[in-house]
């Protein structure tokens, strides 16, 4: 009899229990109508539209609609992860200048808060393109001097009257330096067979010299061509210079690196459009008053970028350069460009090239 008497207990106090608690969750639920962590769909986002197309300045729209009558509390806007507004009312919308941002595909993005229902979160993207229509410039050839036709080159700059030379194909990789007038190897370091040399760049008496495919690169003696360390770095290695600061890097796609020099650590990247594309195949780079100079491979042209938005200023027609009677079989595209600041001096070559020409820059 006892044990009937704490069974029924027992199955008494869970009913109540229970009822007591399903009543409060009821409760809950017919005082809000919104169960705690619930996503309610309040919003959509009607302007831009996906991948639509913004010239860098503009002004840009983002704009929302509600998907029926419930309001949101509040929402936020954001432009490439940065919150530019919050709304708690009508116009639900937000407008900020381009000015600045960076080019490529950017997000937007409008996140909705209702009371404690977990916050609703609508996402597009726009594509910022220049601002500026690139003239395209000319040139005059202002000397000549003889270039190795076994130099594929793939790195060139100007260090005390000499050329510095990075080569590139595997087993014929090499760091030279050359005599400008004669086109005399003076002194030469040849990488090993699995190694196929790229961008070089020269920084506090340091060469850095890129490899194409292996994700490394070495740190050399600019006097005695020693190497003194090696770098590593996750892309493929195409161009390399510096801007006295930071080296830059190109890795053949519209992609930009900003490194710090001691542990090739990225510090900053820009993405490289005119105003109807993104620029690809990135080349050979030189760091000329404040410009970002490329090679665009396979072309004749030059590309003047700013380094600061990514932006093509302008480009630089370079076709005719090598006279057909200067062509051979082993001749490639044209590849390199080297500026002697001091003087002012531009020079530029192909890969395989008899000749290096000094030219100027028609405006």
């Not at 770098?231 to 210079?241: E, M, P, S």
């Not at 830059?248 to 650590?265: A, H, Q, R, V, W």
């Not at 990225?266 to 490289?272: D, K, M, R």
Request: net charge negative; aromatic share 10%; hydrophobic share 35%.
């Amino acid at each position: 009899m006892l044990y009937v008497v704490i069974f029924s207990a027992l199955l008494l106090t869970g009913s109540c229990s229970g009822g007591s608690a399903s009543g409060t969750a009821g409760d809950k639920q017919e005082d809000t109508g919104i169960l705690a962590g619930q996503v309610l769909k309040l919003i959509k986002i009607t302007e831009p539209s996906d991948n639509s197309s913004v010239i860098w300045g503009n002004e840009l729209s983002i704009v929302i609609g509600l998907t029926g009558t419930d309001k949101p509390d509040s929402v936020r806007f954001y432009f490439d992860g940065i919150l530019i507004n919050t709304v708690v009312s009508e116009p639900w919308s937000a407008t900020l200048s381009t000015s600045g941002s960076r080019l490529g595909k950017v997000p937007v993005k409008a996140v909705a808060y209702k009371g404690k229902s977990r916050p609703q979160s609508e996402a597009r993207f726009v594509n910022i393109y220049s601002d500026i229509i690139p003239p395209v410039e000319r040139y005059r050839i202002v000397a000549t001097y003889p270039h190795d036709i076994e130099a594929y080159t793939q790195g060139l700059l100007v260090h005390n009257g000499y050329l510095l030379e990075s080569t590139g194909q595997n087993g014929k990789s090499s760091l030279r330096q050359v005599e400008m007038q004669t086109g005399k190897v003076l002194k030469r370091h040849d990488l090993e067979s699995k190694y196929f040399g790229e961008g070089l760049a020269l920084l506090n008496d340091k060469l850095y010299q890129l490899t194409w495919l292996t994700n490394t690169g070495f740190v050399y003696d600019v006097n005695s061509f020693t190497t003194i360390g090696t770098i590593h770095y996750n892309t493929q290695g195409w161009g390399l210079t510096t801007d006295g600061e930071k080296l830059i890097m190109s890795d053949g796609t519209n992609k930009i690196f900003f490194l710090e020099p001691e542990y090739f650590t990225v510090l900053s990247t820009i993405e490289v459009f005119d105003n109807k594309e993104a620029v690809w195949q990135l080349n050979e780079l030189e760091y000329i008053d404040g410009e970002l100079w490329a090679n665009i491979y396979q072309t004749d042209r030059l590309a003047r970028i700013d380094p600061s938005t990514g932006r093509v200023i302008a480009y630089i027609d370079l076709s005719g350069l090598l006279e057909e009677k200067d062509r051979h079989p082993g001749i490639d595209y044209l590849n390199g460009i080297a500026w002697e600041e001091e003087s002012g001096r531009l020079f530029v070559t192909g890969k395989n090239w008899p000749k290096l020409f000094e030219i100027q820059i028609i405006r």
